[in-house]
């Protein structure tokens, strides 16, 4: 039974950073590509970035240079730092894990990965 559980959303202002984690159970992350996509209210899901089958990240275009992946394979925690944060930022980000092996994802297949969690809520004003 795979269980991914966000945490680390809020509030901030316009300028501010924010950490999220998301904790995999149930599912070993060695070689396991992994992400975060988010979703913005009346609009389709968007990836945000991911790390392929041997790590390697990927962002998209709107992130790159604010946003960074990374993960704890002893922890089985997927961790996405976001700094410089801008309204158009806000939505709910969700993480998504994906057992197939892959090389060189893409930001927009994380929203298609098989598994995802509930989301966490950021807020950017």
């Known amino acids: 039974h795979v269980q991914l559980v966000e945490s680390g959303g809020g509030s901030v202002q316009a300028g501010g950073s924010l950490r999220l984690s998301c904790k995999a159970s149930?599912?070993?992350?060695?070689?396991?590509?992994m992400g975060w996509f988010r979703q913005a209210a009346g609009k389709e899901r968007e990836g945000v970035a991911g790390l392929d089958s041997d790590s390697s990240p990927t962002y998209a275009d709107s992130v790159r240079g604010r946003f960074t992946i990374s993960k704890d394979n002893d922890k089985k925690t997927l961790y996405l730092q976001m700094n410089n944060l801008q309204p158009e930022d806000t939505g709910v980000y969700y993480c998504?894990?994906?057992?197939?092996?892959?090389?060189?994802?893409?930001?927009?297949?994380?929203?298609?990965?098989?598994?995802r969690g509930q989301g966490t809520q950021v807020t950017v004003s």
């Open positions: 998504a894990i994906d057992g197939r092996y892959m090389k060189d994802i893409q930001p927009q297949d994380v929203p298609r990965f098989a598994y």
């Open positions: 149930g599912y070993t992350i060695t070689r396991h590509c």
